[in-house]
């Protein structure tokens, strides 16, 4: 018999069972009571694959990385201060290529929408822990292909520590940091620039996004690829539409080097439902905008995406590096990137109150996949050199360059050589443990989405619901499988 | 003086009051609906209050790698505005305070990050019979009131329990108190949602609170105090335990208020399994009239599970009551950390120097 109302009423079938669930309510709770089908969406998402789970689950990271009995933030080479830039959330699907104004492809981050400053361990670990997942969900239909890969994780997050150690150093006695512009021989990247540089040669996003009727472009209706129903263009309301022009006005004195006020006449625009997985209920749209010509053939369309805060440690006060949510995207893509503008449509403002990214959406922009690594790209060889490219790069993030112009790679440096196969091998030792955690919380979130329902069991009231205008701009997402 | 009578005068033009024999007479009643809310239509006395602290800090943040950050900043700790109202048995409490609209960390507040107010307490009680109070809304909770209003230096420093997140010093809720014969103190339960008044419930459990206060009924031990506390608790939507066991050794006299107290958590930050100590050890001494001295020690093992996360303060204080209501502080604290706890928590490890005023009406 119960003593009490205090725990009774809905016992955790196990303490891990119970943190997960309220950590998931906290930190999305104002998005599960204002746009719950929204939220809905990305938890089946992340219930159908373990990636997506990682990718959607950073406030639990987050959430042990405070924890002192977790090993997640445990490190004989913890350095607090100074914090770096940071991505954020560097995991591996959230590197790929983007298009310079030169029409050359670089490797970059290209999600920077937690990107702040944070311990470089942060964001070393989550890439690594990242690797470690993606090694043991590569090669999907070929066991034994995948338990090779799986015997190799230590090398794997090895080679990713050791290549990070050596680029701090390099870069703390003043190495470049240098723009990588191609695959240089690594199978993952060599198909990542191969498939970017296709795609952008042929402005496959306007094939792929567009209908042209005689001479006037607009951006289709429904699913883009009919194999993907969750990925939806929709009408957006007029009041959402009618914003836009001034949204790009403003958007526009963002840009390093803006095109002429005539380049972002907007032609059309559409509300895009079935992207990203952290990001899946927040606010997205494309808008096709006139670029360089009245002609057809060389109309942009752009991202516009809406921001929340970063979910990083912190640090010492006042907490926070930026004065707004759209300056600290802006700032943070100009510091990490090699080039300042390696999109150089990436500008950010506010749009019916919401913070919002404007950037490029062009089929140039490949991402890293995780469901791609699979056959010559998920070999024990592939993910190890995939690795090594990875932690320089996260170095080189690191050593972007401060506000007050100071580095501090020479720090992370110092710390690191104290015990260079020491630190590479705490790192695979730390990441892989918490992978393998992290496919267990994969199971208990399942579970408790089963058990709860999509609210996780929060109390959802009715007065939480939006006003009409917000009903009518979050809309109606495209149903998610997700089991 | 002076002061003395402009603050009675402020008081009194404050004071919506009107007797009711003073109330002039309506010749004839109309017909007429009541007001859409009732708050000061009724000819019942309130009264007005306020209290505001100001405060200029700067802060030196330690690195682990020798490198030290530092920032300074003016703030605003607390500013509260409340009314109170009683009628025979019958009381009311209603305090507002100003807060962040964003939470530390994040950029995305109301209006920039503009500080709004938000209701601190809100609460209806009724003396039940001359031993027993009852209140209900958004009421005081038990345990850190008695501390903090043993310490006495709010505008100095919360008290750890707060700052800790270990407890909260407002519910949701009831709490029912009784006094105990010959004076000797006061026994108390109340039911919360158990989340704190800055939290919506996320459950359907319910936070239970225990507390007893107990002090000689006479004599020059009378200020000793011994307090006890336990609160059967859960905090978010999985349910986890949330209990507190605190204990504590108080002394409330008048220019010497002081204690130590211990608090066991079982289940912190949404973890079941996570335990956590807090010890605390203060003074707030008045030598001369006027010249407050204040000292506190805070020890605070975030996981005791975890030989290295753990977190010490010192703070000490002096400050000088400039006039009744005016009070000026000027404090130093500095706070060391376990190895564990600066790698979670980053900039944990500082030295603080902070000049503090307090004016209270």
């Known amino acids: 018999m119960c003593l009490s109302l205090a725990r009774c009423a809905e016992p955790a079938s196990d303490p891990r069972d119970a943190t997960l669930r309220s950590v998931f309510a906290r930190a999305d709770q104002s998005l599960l009571r204002s746009r719950p089908s929204l939220v809905a969406g990305r938890y089946a998402r992340m219930a159908r694959g373990a990636y997506d789970f990682y990718r959607g689950s950073l406030p ?196 390093l080097a803006p095109p002429p006020a005539e380049y972002f006449t907007v032609l059309d625009s559409a509300r895009e439902y079935g992207g990203g997985v952290a990001s899946w209920p927040r606010v997205r749209a494309l808008v096709l905008v006139r670029g360089p010509s009245e002609a057809p053939d060389d109309d942009v369309i752009l991202e516009v995406k809406e921001l929340a805060d970063s979910v990083v440690p912190g640090g010492p006060p006042p907490s926070v590096w930026f004065d707004t949510v759209p300056a600290r995207l802006v700032a943070s893509a100009r510091a990490l990137w090699a080039v300042p503008d390696a999109d150089p449509l990436w500008g950010a403002d506010s749009w019916l109150g919401l913070p919002v990214l404007v950037r490029t959406e062009s089929a140039g922009h490949k991402t890293i996949r995780v469901d791609r690594l699979v056959a010559t790209l998920g070999t024990p060889e592939a993910l190890t050199s995939l690795a090594r490219h990875l932690g320089a790069l996260v170095a080189r993030l690191h050593a972007a ?56 069991g929060l109390p959802l009231d009715a007065t939480d619901a939006p006003t009409p205008d917000q009903r009518a701009l979050f809309g109606t997402p495209p149903a998610v499988r997700s089991l | 003086m002076s002061i003395r009578r402009t603050v009675l005068a402020l008081s009194l033009a404050l004071t919506p009051a009107v007797a009711v024999a003073q109330t002039p007479a309506t010749p004839e009643a109309i017909p007429t609906a009541g007001p859409s809310t009732s708050a000061g239509t009724t000819s019942f006395a309130v009264r007005p209050g306020l209290e505001v602290f100001g405060q200029y800090a700067l802060r030196l943040v330690d690195g682990s790698s020798g490198d030290t950050a530092w920032f300074h900043a003016f703030d605003l700790p607390r500013a509260h505005a409340s009314l109170g109202a009683s009628y025979g048995p019958v009381q009311g409490r209603f305090v507002l305070e100003a807060v962040r609209s964003a939470s530390e960390g994040a950029l995305l507040g109301v209006a920039g990050d503009s500080l709004v107010l938000r209701v601190r307490e809100a609460w209806a009680g009724a003396a039940i019979t001359r031993w027993i109070e009852l209140r209900a809304g ?127 958590g079982w289940g912190v930050d949404d973890d079941g399994t996570r ?72 900039g944990t490890e500082n030295t603080e120097l902070r000049a503090v005023t307090r004016v209270v009406f």
């Open chain 2, 138 to 264: 958004v009421v005081p909770t038990l345990t850190i009131p008695e501390i903090e209003g043993t310490w006495r230096l709010r505008a100095v420093a919360p008290t750890p329990l707060e700052v800790t997140g270990l407890g909260a010093p407002a519910d949701l809720g009831v709490t029912v108190r009784a006094r105990l014969p010959a004076d000797v103190g006061w026994v108390a339960v109340g039911a919360y949602n158990g989340e704190g008044y800055t939290n919506r419930e996320l459950n359907r459990g319910k936070n239970f609170e225990a507390a007893v206060a107990l002090h000689f009924p006479r004599g020059a031990m009378r200020p000793l105090t011994l307090f006890a506390s336990y609160v059967l608790g859960s905090s978010g939507t999985g349910l986890a335990r949330a209990d507190r066991l605190t204990g504590a050794l108080l002394w409330q006299g008048d220019r010497v208020r002081a204690g130590v107290s211990v608090t066991r």
């Open chain 1, 401 to 456: 360059p401060l506000p007050d112009g100071t580095s501090v790679a020479p720090a992370i440096a110092s710390v690191v050589a104290r015990d260079l196969a020491g630190f590479a091998q705490e790192q695979a030792d730390v990441s892989d443990r918490y992978a393998v955690q992290l496919l267990a919380d994969w199971e208990r979130f399942r579970r408790a989405l089963t058990d709860r329902g999509p609210s996780l």
């Open chain 2, 275 to 346: 335990g956590a100590l807090l010890v605390e050890g203060f003074a707030r001494i008045e030598p001369v009239t006027r010249l407050l001295v204040g000292l506190r020690a805070t020890w605070w093992q975030r996981d005791d599970r975890v030989d290295d996360d753990h977190v010490l303060t010192l703070l000490g204080s002096v400050g000088w009551r400039l006039f009744e209501p005016l009070e000026v502080h000027v404090a130093v604290s500095r706070q060391t950390a376990g190895a564990r706890t600066l790698a979670a928590l980053p």
């Open chain 1, 60 to 255: 639990l990271f987050l959430h042990d990385w405070r924890d002192g009995a977790s090993e997640l933030s445990r490190s004989r080479f913890t350095l607090d201060l100074p914090q770096p830039w940071s991505a954020g959330d560097p995991h591996l699907e959230n590197f790929g290529t983007l298009r310079a104004r030169d029409g050359s492809l670089a490797l970059e981050p290209n999600d920077l929408d937690g990107a702040d400053r944070a311990p470089y361990l942060w964001d070393l670990r989550r890439l690594t822990v990242g690797l470690c997942l993606a090694a043991r969900l590569s090669n999907p239909d070929a066991p034994e292909a995948r338990a090779a890969v799986e015997r190799a994780i230590p090398d794997i997050v090895r080679a990713a520590a050791t290549a990070y150690a050596g680029a701090i150093a390099a870069h703390a006695g003043g190495a470049a940091r240098a723009r990588v512009t191609a695959g240089g021989g690594d199978p993952v990247l060599d198909d990542l620039f191969r498939r970017g540089q296709r795609d952008a040669d042929r402005r496959r996003e306007l094939s792929d996004l567009t209908v042209l009727t005689g001479a006037r472009r607009t951006i289709l209706r429904g699913a883009p690829d009919t194999t993907d129903p969750e990925s939806l263009l929709a009408e957006l309301p007029e009041a959402a539409r009618d914003a836009l022009p001034a949204l790009l006005s403003r958007y526009r004195a963002t840009l």
